[in-house]
């Protein structure tokens, strides 16, 4: 997870993507990969309802390739 989108001071200069400025596309991204990858994709429906409340919450889109 930390490849796709780093810790905010730790990775500050290795990620552009980080805990602090991640979108929510880009954690469902990086999400759907790595739990794709690691066969635990019976995981992604109750993250992608967390995911959509939140973003509906705060005006954000998310693409969840539905």
Known sequence: MRQK???N???RFRNEVRTGNATPQEIWDAM??????NG???YLDPIKQQLREAS???GYSINFGE
């Open 5 to 7: 989108i780093g810790y």
């Open 56 to 58: 509906i919450n705060k």
């Open 32 to 37: 759907r990969d790595i739990y794709t990858k």
């Open 9 to 11: 001071v730790i990775d």
């Open 40 to 42: 635990m994709e019976q």
